[in-house]
Structures are given as structure tokens and as C-alpha cells.
């Protein structure tokens, strides 16, 4: 929605109302020299379905065109900030480690992932980090719990936003390891575990659900766990090297892992139609009937059977994810291939200086009273020229033209990127529209 509805009452009224109808203006702004834009498309997402808030692996280093961890203004990349191809919607993201030595695991919802998708990255504002980055933003479409596994001491954070930590258990944890997505866990094969409790959601019911996690065995002898909630409920294991999962019984998977290398393994219920399906590095690898839903009591164990029994894994783990919801099999490809292969999956343009027309979102306006308002924006991109920034108001919405305005006010002089505001007198008793524009050499955009 590229307008904004102001209903002019009461103070108490107009708060609510504008707080509801916050959706949102386009405006654009000059970026200061200083501000680093890259281009990222997906050009490796090779299947038919668009998948949806897509969590992919973004990896920055200086083996990235123009890249430099000195562009950025703020320690560990507070400044960091994705939006979308029209550079109209903030995306959400994680930064999973910052390491400005060598790579940089960043992951980012992608609204929708298609092949040739494209997300823009911008740094350099010097912007202090934004909530959304630490709160679970980044996991929210049906993701129950989400552990890295990268910690070096304390737990092992849940990054989904439900706040259920995994306790390491046995004297050698945590053990951070090389991973194949920043750090992992190394196990010793009996002790060593993560407990992740079984706060909410993690006891609700999972009737559809989703696990997968990457795992580097050094024997394949066995059992192995790999997520569970054994003793009531379900459990997933390796068995001599195979997935194996326990609803209603025992289901196993078709291949054996191999040692010594990264693997990833991942398995989807689908409760509507009574199946399990396992998947191996992103290709099927199995489906068989179960006429039963995974239970819901026990604790979470990572590494290991649990309290059924059994030993632990004896490896490497890495991403430990559980979803409330069925995976199919194009997002367990893509699941896998964001990491395994990052370069081809996406391809990373030339970091550089802003080019282009302008664009901007809107944020919900302030200060609002009886007889005026604070009308707020985001100015996400100025394609590097002096850009001019106007909001237009009026009783009807007049659309992205001049004219049919009931009035204009000019932000004075070239506006840099980051927020706008103006604060506008308006008449009382009217429902009133407005809208952002902003101009640079290469165009005007609403």
C-alpha cells in the first residue's frame, strides 16, 4: 500500500487510527558516501515452487567484490539491513557470527524465492542493530525452535524467539567445531548432549512437523542420536549410519551416511495424509505410511536418543531445526542448498555505491493531536544522487501523480538515507490520505 489514511478526530482517535492505517508511503533518499549497496539473486534455486519467508545463508567476506568490513560504521555489523528488489520492504535477518577475519553468516527471510530472485544489502549508515535482528524475526514461518550450535560457553541459543535453550550436558560441552554453516558441536559419542527442555512450543503438538539438522559422523556403527523426545513421544536417530524415526513405530530411511563429511539429514510428517518422508542432502530418501502424530511430552535432546535410552552421536552436528509445520520437498532442497552450496545457490554482485532510481518505505506516524501529525518514513535508497523528498496530502487518494493534491510540503534540501518526518498541520474532522515521492537524476518514484 504506497498510502496513507489520516481520519482527523479526537487525539485518542486519530492515534489508533493512524496506528492501523500505518501502511505505508514511498519516499527516497541521497545515501552518504560512505553507504555500500550489493546485489544478491538466486539463480541456484533450480525447482518449480516459490517458497515462502525463506530463511537463505548469506555469507560476507572480502572475497566478495568490493566488499571491506571497514564499509561498515558499526561494530558487528549493527548496520547491516536487507530489503527487497524494489528496495520498498526491510527484510528480516540474523547475523548467526561476525567474523571479520574471514566469513560472516548472515540469515535472511526472503519473502519469496524463485529462481532469480533478488534481495539488495546495504551498510555503512552506521544504524545501531535493529530488534528484528536478535528477537526470531527471521524464523517465523513455523519454526518451533532453531539452534546454531556455534557457542563457545553458556547455552545454546534457540534463535526462533521461543526462548528454549540448549543446556550442554557431559564434561566436553560445548566444544565449538568448524560447521558447515559457521560453528558446530563436535560429541564424543556417549555424554555429550544438548537438553532443550520442553517449554512451548516445543510440547505442543507437531500432528505436521519438520526436523532437520547437518551432521559429520565418525562412525557410522550403531546408534546415533539425532533429535528426540523419547520416553513418550517421538525420536530420530541414525541406525547403522541410516535416518530412522519412531512415531508410531519404526521407519527408516533408504541410504547410509558417509564418515567424515558434512551431511544433510531431515525428515517431514505429514499428518493429512499419514506419511513420513526422510530426505538426504536435499533429494528424497524414503517415504512410508505412519498412521500416528508425533507426541508431545519429554524433553528436546539434541545428540542424542534421550531418555528412552541409547547412545549419544558420535560427530559433528550443526543447524538443529524443528518446525510445527510439513516441509516439502523443494524447501529441503533449498534448505540444503543454501549451505552446501552458497556460491551457486546465490550469486553475490559487485559490493559498491548506490546506483538507480530511488525508494523508501513508510513507518507509522508520531506526535499525533487534534490538529496535527508527524507523517514518518524510511529513506531505503537515493541510487547515490541528490534526491528530493516530498509528502502529498489530500481528502481523496490522488495516486502517484502531481496532481489532484490537496497539498505538497518539500523536505528541505538533498535528504540522506535513514528517517524522515514532517510535521503537518490538519484539519480536524477529516479523513485524509498522503503519500511519499522522491526524485533523483534517474526518476521519481511514490
Not at 533449498?334 to 513508510?362: H, K, L, M, Q, W
Request: charged share 15%.
Amino acid at each position: 500500500m504506497r498510502q496513507m489514511r489520516l481520519d482527523v478526530h479526537s487525539a485518542a482517535q486519530r492515534a489508533a487510527r493512524l496506528a492501523l492505517m500505518a501502511a505505508f508511503a514511498v519516499a527516497y533518499p541521497v545515501i552518504a558516501p560512505a553507504v555500500t549497496e550489493m546485489p544478491i539473486t538466486f539463480d541456484g534455486y533450480a525447482k518449480t515452487s516459490t517458497l515462502t519467508n525463506f530463511p537463505a545463508l548469506v555469507l560476507l567476506s572480502t572475497n566478495r567484490a568490493g566488499f571491506s568490513y571497514s564499509q561498515f560504521l558499526t561494530p558487528d555489523g549493527g548496520d547491516l539491513r536487507f530489503y527487497d528488489a524494489t528496495w520498498t520492504a526491510e527484510l528480516n535477518y540474523e547475523i548467526e557470527s561476525w567474523n571479520t577475519s574471514g566469513a560472516s553468516a548472515v540469515w535472511v527471510q526472503v519473502p519469496q524465492l524463485a529462481t532469480g530472485a533478488l534481495i539488495n544489502a546495504r551498510w555503512g549508515t552506521g544504524e545501531a542493530a535493529p530488534g528484528y535482528s536478535t528477537n526470531g524475526s527471521t524464523w517465523t514461518n513455523g519454526f518451533n525452535g532453531v539452534w546454531h550450535l556455534g557457542e563457545g560457553a553458556g547455552k545454546a541459543r534457540d534463535s526462533s524467539g521461543f526462548g528454549n535453550p540448549g543446556t550442554f550436558t557431559g564434561g566436553n560441552l560445548p566444544q565449538p567445531v568448524p560447521g558447515a554453516a559457521g560453528d558446530g558441536q563436535r560429541m564424543n559419542g556417549s555424554s555429550d548432549y544438548l537438553d532443550g527442555g520442553n517449554g512451548a512450543p516445543l510440547s505442543a503438538d507437531l500432528d505436521d512437523s519438520a526436523l532437520s539438522i547437518w551432521v559429520n559422523p565418525e562412525s557410522v556403527a550403531g546408534e546415533d542420536g539425532l533429535l528426540s523426545k523419547w520416553g513418550n513421544s517421538w525420536c530420530w536417530t541414525l541406525n547403522d549410519g541410516r535416518q530412522r524415526i519412531y512415531y508410531n513405530a519404526w521407519r527408516d530411511a533408504t541410504s547410509t551416511l558417509a564418515t567424515g563429511t558434512w551431511s544433510h539429514v531431515a525428515v517431514s510428517y505429514d499428518g493429512a495424509g499419514d506419511r513420513v518422508y526422510f530426505y538426504l542432502n536435499g533429494e528424497p530418501d524414503g517415504n512410508i505410511a505412519d498412521s500416528a502424530g508425533p507426541g508431545t511430552g519429554a524433553s528436546l535432546y539434541i545428540g542424542h536418543r534421550g531418555a528412552g535410552g541409547g547412545p549419544a552421536l558420535h560427530g559433528r552436528v550443526d543447524e538443529a531445526r524443528l518446525s510445527r509445520v510439513f516441509r516439502s520437498g523443494d524447501w529441503m532442497w533449498a534448505e540444503y542448498r543454501t549451505v552446501a552450496s552458497n556460491d551457486t545457490f546465490c550469486v553475490y554482485g559487485a559490493a559498491g555505491a548506490p546506483s538507480g532510481p530511488p525508494a523508501v518505505i513508510v513507518r507509522p506516524p508520531t506526535n499525533v493531536t487534534a490538529t496535527g501529525a508527524a507523517l514518518n518514513g524510511y529513506l531505503t535508497h537515493t541510487g547515490g544522487s541528490a534526491t528530493a523528498v516530498s509528502v502529498y496530502l489530500g481528502e481523496t487518494d490522488a495516486g502517484a501523480t502531481n496532481d489532484g493534491w490537496n497539498g505538497t510540503n518539500d523536505l528541505a534540501g538533498a535528504v540522506d538515507i535513514g528517517p524522515v518526518s514532517i510535521q503537518v498541520a490538519l484539519p480536524e474532522g477529516k479523513e485524509l490520505f498522503y503519500r511519499y515521492a522522491a526524485s533523483n537524476d534517474d526518476g521519481t518514484n511514490w
